[in-house]
C-alpha cells in the first residue's frame, strides 16, 4: 500500500511502535546522527525515499542486492511461484534445484540445510560443530558479527559494536564462558589458544573477510594457518560467508583462497532479497544433522518456494553473467579515486576493497584488526556519511559496516559518487 507520510512522520510513529523505530538497529543511524530516512520503493542502484528523493545506494540492504533493486528476473521467478501458492510445509521441487545450485557454486559443500537467516546459519554451524566434535568451546574474534546468536554477540561487530554494546545484555556468563575471543590476523594468538585448550575447542568461526567492523583483510598466510590448526587439533573451521558467499565470487572467499571450510554459513544474496539462510558442507558432518542425526534444527519457513524461486534466480544470474570481474573493476576505480583526494588533501584515509566490497577507515595505517579500527576516526566519517547522504549518496550508517557496489550501479553512478565522496573528504575536519 503506498503511504503518503513523510520519513519524520513515520519515525514518529515507528518510535511509538517499534524500540528505537527500527526491525534492526542499524538501520537506526544512531552512529552518525538524525534520523533514518523511510524508502518507498527501490529501483536498480537507486532508493527513492518517502520525502520524494532519489539516492544512490551502497548499502544494497546490507548485501542481497548485488543485481541492484527490484531486479526484472528475480521479480518474475517470484511472481511465478506466487502462482502455486506461498508456503507448503512439505518439501517441494525448488528446494532441490536451490541445493543443487548452491553445491555447484561452492567449492567445499556437498549437503545443504536451508533456513531463514544469517543468523540461524551461523547458530546452527555451531550447534552442528559442537554435537559432531562432543566439544563445547567455539573461537570467535573480536569485531567479527555472526548475527544475534546468543554465544557470537561476545566482542561483536556490525550494528552491537556502532551501538558500543559488542557484549550485549541478557547473555549469561556460562553462555560466554563457552566463547573464546581472539584478535584477527594474530597467527600467535590463535596458536596459543589450541595448545591450551585445543581438546575443548568444537570450532573455530570467522568471517574469512571481516566485513562488520568495517573491512578488514587477512595477512597472507593467516587463514591458511586457522585451517592447520583446526585439522591438527580435531576442531572444524567455520567460514560465515553471509556477506562474502556470491559477493567476491560465485564460491565466495573459499573459491579465491582455495582453502576448504568443514562447514559454511550462507545468507543474504542467496534469498534474492527475501528471508534465506543456508548452512553448508561436508555431508559427513551434515548428517548429523535431524532427521538423520541427534543435532536439531528446524524451521516453518526453510525451504520456502517463494524464497526459493528468488533465491534461484539470483545465483542463476550470477552464474550467467559472471560479474566479478566489472564489480571488482568498480570497487577499484572508487577506492583510487578516494586514497588521491584523501592523500592530496593529507587526510589519514584507509580505503579496504576486495571486488564490490570496500569500506572507508580514517586512520593513518591499514586496519589489520578490531582494535585498530575501532581507534579510527569515527567523527570524520560521521561528517562523510552526512555529507554523501545531503548529495543524494547513502553509504551504510556506521563506520563499522561496509560499502557495495551492485551490477546496476553505471560509471556515470560510480562517477557522481566519487565526485560527492571527494567534495566531502575535501569538507572533513578532523
Ligand atoms: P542476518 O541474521 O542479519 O540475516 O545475518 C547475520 C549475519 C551473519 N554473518 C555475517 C557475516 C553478517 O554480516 C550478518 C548480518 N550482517 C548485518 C550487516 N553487517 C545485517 C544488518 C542488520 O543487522 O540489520
Known amino acids: 500500500m503506498a503511504n503518503n507520510d513523510s520519513s519524520s512522520d513515520l519515525f514518529t510513529q515507528a518510535q511509538a511502535l517499534m524500540p528505537g523505530g ?24 537507486h532508493l527513492y ?11 544494497c540492504t546490507w548485501g542481497p542486492a548485488i543485481h541492484g533493486h527490484h531486479d526484472p528476473d528475480i521479480h518474475n521467478s517470484i511472481a511465478a511461484a506466487l502462482e502455486r501458492g506461498t508456503s507448503f510445509g512439505t518439501p517441494n521441487a525448488d528446494e532441490v534445484r536451490m541445493a543443487k545450485q548452491i553445491v555447484s557454486m561452492v567449492p567445499s559443500v556437498e549437503k545443504v540445510r536451508m533456513c531463514n537467516s544469517g543468523t540461524e546459519a551461523t547458530l546452527s554451524a555451531i550447534r552442528l560443530a559442537r554435537g559432531y566434535t562432543g566439544r563445547d568451546k567455539i573461537i570467535k574474534f573480536a569485531g567479527c558479527y555472526h548475527g544475534h546468536v546468543d554465544s557470537l554477540l561476545v566482542k561483536a561487530g556490525s550494528g552491537a559494536l556502532t551501538l558500543g554494546n559488542p557484549d550485549s545484555a541478557g547473555i549469561p556468563a556460562s553462555f560466554a564462558a563457552e566463547t573464546i575471543v581472539l584478535e584477527y590476523n594474530d597467527p600467535e594468538a590463535a596458536k596459543a589458544c589450541f595448545a591450551e585448550q585445543g581438546d575443548q575447542i568444537a570450532a573455530i568461526i570467522v568471517e574469512p573477510y571481516p566485513a562488520n567492523c568495517g573491512l578488514i583483510l587477512p595477512d597472507s598466510g593467516y587463514l591458511e594457518g586457522l585451517r592447520s590448526l583446526c585439522s591438527a587439533h580435531g576442531a572444524l573451521l567455520i567460514f560465515d560467508e553471509v556477506m562474502t558467499g556470491f559477493r567476491l565470487a560465485a564460491g565466495g572467499v573459499q573459491e579465491l583462497t582455495k582453502i576448504t571450510p568443514d562447514l559454511t554459513a550462507l545468507g543474504k544474496i542467496i534469498g534474492g532479497g527475501l ?10 558432518i551434515m548428517d548429523h544433522l535431524a532427521p538423520l542425526g541427534p543435532v536439531y534444527q528446524a524451521g516453518t519457513l526453510s525451504g520456502n ?30 577506492a583510487e579515486a578516494l586514497r588521491a583526494a584523501a592523500q592530496v588533501k593529507g587526510l589519514p584515509l584507509q580505503v579496504p576493497q576486495v571486488g564490490s566490497m570496500f569500506a572507508l577507515f580514517f586512520a593513518n595505517e591499514p586496519v589489520r584488526n578490531f582494535s585498530q579500527a575501532t581507534a579510527s576516526r569515527t567523527k570524520a566519517f560521521k ?22 557496489i551492485s551490477t546496476a550501479h553505471q560509471s556515470h553512478h560510480i562517477e557522481k559518487t566519487i565526485q560527492v565522496l571527494v567534495d566531502g573528504i575535501h569538507r572533513i575536519d578532523l
Open 383 to 404: 561528517q562523510l556519511f552526512n555529507h554523501a547522504l545531503k548529495n543524494g549518496v547513502y553509504l551504510p550508517p556506521s563506520p563499522y559496516e561496509t560499502c557495495f
Open 275 to 284: 528471508p534465506v539462510g543456508a548452512l553448508g558442507g561436508k555431508a559427513e
Open 49 to 59: 525515499t518517502s520525502d520524494g528523493r532519489e539516492l544512490i545506494d551502497y548499502v
Open 305 to 334: 518456494p517463494l524464497a526459493m524461486a528468488a533465491g534461484i534466480a539470483s545465483l542463476e544470474k550470477l552464474c550467467e553473467r559472471q560479474p566479478y570481474s566489472a564489480l571488482h573493476a568498480k570497487g577499484a576505480q572508487m
Open 22 to 45: 527500527v526491525n534492526s538497529p542499524v538501520r537506526a543511524f544512531r552512529s552518525v546522527g538524525g534520523s533514518p530516512f523511510f524508502t518507498a520503493r527501490a529501483e536498480g542502484a
